[in-house]
């Protein structure tokens, strides 16, 4: 493998749709270096849509798994069948490194910080959790394995997700049914993250609400079906419109696509609109391995908005007991968004 180049990539990413997201500039990045390669990626079925709509990417692989758990038999068959030369862990489990083993890939990069590094044949020697860089730029340190030395940077990324008429047009329909007519200007609010990082409380997510009906903007909440009771929360008005649960993930992204910002917690839809090149507003806690510095959306059109408190070392279980996520200044977001729909707005790293 190291006298010739890579022909067959697998890129294993089977977390969630930010993490995702953020892995999917590696396909356009090895077809410059290595353009007859072949790129797959090992992903969850849920998250398949995003990797189909990325044109850099061959084929897309959904790891079989029964309630959560990796079958490792099956896998290590089904990969088999595809001969990869190479395989580049993104996600590191000892199940998903094991399989990746078993099914003797040549090359396998994964960390060199776990105890079964020694599956891999190429290790990386960075913790994530210290939150030195972002995320999209940890994944991509990985390629140098397969010798590419592709520094990444907002400018020269490439998420390119494409969107099938086939998704807008159902959702020009929805937005319609709902009295959001065609370029009529909408907001976005997703309140959840699925335990993904500490939420802005939904009370702070009414707030912003009620300070913006005064603009004549409609407001479209999102969420998954299990958040659908937080988002029924929102309904505080004619202009509010919840979709959560209604929304396969095609139909989010076509979604996305047409609104003009989003609102989010750090969770995969604020990653989505980044990536589409929407405005996006997020609100992170001050945990270093939840900061925005590692899992920011990778834009530099973002505001992102941290707890107005002077801590330091702040865990999860901390940040939680301690409510830190109310101390987040409502009136600036307010403010914020009001600029960027009045064209006054100044992008900010943290608020």
């Known amino acids: 493998m190291r006298d010739r180049f890579p022909t067959n990539i697998l890129i294993v990413r089977t977390d969630r749709i930010g993490d995702v997201i953020l892995s999917l500039p590696l396909a356009s990045v090895i077809k410059e270096h290595y353009p007859n390669c072949k790129v797959s990626f090992l ?52 199940t998903l490194s094991l399989i990746i083993f078993l099914a003797r890939i040549k090359k396998r990069v994964g960390t060199g910080y776990r105890l079964y590094s020694f599956l891999f044949t190429d290790k990386i020697y960075e913790h994530r959790k210290d939150a030195k860089k972002h995320e999209l730029e940890y994944n991509f340190s990985l390629l140098k394995s397969i010798r590419i030395n592709f520094q990444p940077g907002i400018d020269n990324v490439k998420f390119n997700l494409n969107i099938s008429d086939s998704s807008l047009n159902k959702i020009d329909g929805i937005l319609k049914v709902n009295n959001i007519q065609p370029e009529e200007r909408f ?99 001050k945990i270093k391995s939840c900061s925005a510095q590692r899992w920011g959306p990778y834009t530099n059109k973002r505001f992102i908005y941290e707890p107005e408190l002077d801590c330091k070392d702040c865990d999860k279980k901390q940040c939680e007991n301690l409510n830190c996520m109310n101390y987040i200044n409502i009136n600036n977001v307010v403010n914020d968004i009001k600029n960027f729909l009045d064209n006054k707005t100044e992008n900010k790293n943290v608020h």
């Open 43 to 94: 992903i969850r079925d849920y998250t398949k849509p995003l990797t189909e709509a990325n044109s850099h990417i061959d084929e897309s692989i959904i790891i079989k798994e029964n309630n959560g758990r990796f079958r490792i038999l099956e896998n290590v068959r089904l990969l088999k069948k595809y001969n990869f030369d190479a395989a580049i862990v993104l996600y590191p489990t000892f």
């Open 187 to 285: 907001i976005i609010i997703h309140p959840g993250s699925g335990g993904s990082a500490v939420d802005l409380p939904i009370d702070r997510f009414k707030e912003i609400i009620k300070l913006l009906l005064d603009y004549n903007i409609k407001i479209v909440l999102t969420g998954s079906n299990a958040e659908r009771t937080i988002c029924n929360k929102l309904e505080i008005s004619n202009n509010v419109i919840n979709l959560s649960g209604l929304l396969t993930l095609e139909l989010l992204i076509a979604l996305i696509s047409k609104s003009c910002l989003l609102i989010a917690n750090s969770t995969g839809p604020l990653h989505i609109a980044a990536a589409l090149g929407k405005q996006t507003f997020g609100f992170y806690p």
